[in-house]
């Protein structure tokens, strides 16, 4: 029986200067400027050993598709987007050694929406064998099981956070993106009970386990 994931979420606030409905959306209509765009939401351009500089090999357009977003899969599939690309990513987080970083490196795809300039998505995939240890669940469900907790994706948030994915990652006091087997990441605007709406970054950690888990709702 091939290994099941365990999974964790980082929900981390990361305001911007201003909301979805305020913001005149910005076509991103060339790869560097895609490349340009995913570096604004992820930081990577900060981390060291990162090489960017051929950056129109990194961004190819491509129509998104998507099952799997709860509340916003519908806004993600069959969308033009760029897919930018980040290989060797060595994640600087502060209770790791510089050796330990090194030996974990991650790809990353980024996902920008060509007409708004909104992140769509944020993956690192895992690369092993038996990858069907991490069950797709589809959108409708995992809607539901939100809807138990009181939450809900409302939009995508078309300005770069002021709180960078890797500021993100490295503040979590839950789980490890180093050790991960895949991380999937959105920048969203997430309402709560009945609070206000707010940007945040949600953040899906997966790992191995060989244990069975069931994935359906009781």
């Not at 209509?29 to 090999?57: N, P, Q, S």
């Not at 998505?121 to 990858?131: E, F, H, L, N, P």
């Not at 309402?191 to 940007?199: F, L, R, T, V």
Request: aromatic share 10%.
């Amino acid at each position: 029986m091939a290994a099941v994931c365990l999974t964790g979420s980082i929900i981390c606030l990361a305001a911007t200067a201003q909301t979805a409905e305020k913001t005149n959306y910005v076509p991103v209509t060339t790869a560097e400027e895609a490349v340009e765009r995913a570096l604004a939401y992820t930081g990577f351009d900060k981390l060291e050993g990162l090489d960017t500089k051929d950056r129109w090999e990194m961004a190819r357009l491509t129509i998104a598709r998507d099952s799997t977003t709860p509340f916003l899969s519908d806004s993600i599939d069959g969308h033009t987007a760029w897919r930018v690309t980040f290989e060797g990513v060595i994640l600087d987080i502060e209770e790791y050694s510089d050796e330990v970083e090194v030996s974990h490196p991650k790809d990353f795809e980024v996902l920008i929406d060509s007409v708004t300039g909104r992140l769509f998505s944020v993956i690192s995939r895992y690369k092993g064998k038996a990858r069907d240890f991490l069950p797709e669940v589809p959108a409708e469900i995992a809607e539901e099981q939100l809807r138990m907790s009181f939450e809900e994706y409302l939009c995508f948030v078309p300005v770069p956070p002021v709180m960078t994915l890797c500021e993100a990652i490295n503040g979590s006091i839950f789980g490890s993106a180093m050790h991960s087997k895949e991380i999937v990441a959105l920048y969203i605007e997430h309402s709560y009970h009945d609070s206000a709406a707010i940007p945040v970054w949600v953040v899906h950690l997966f790992w191995t386990s060989p244990e069975k888990v069931d994935t359906r709702l009781s």
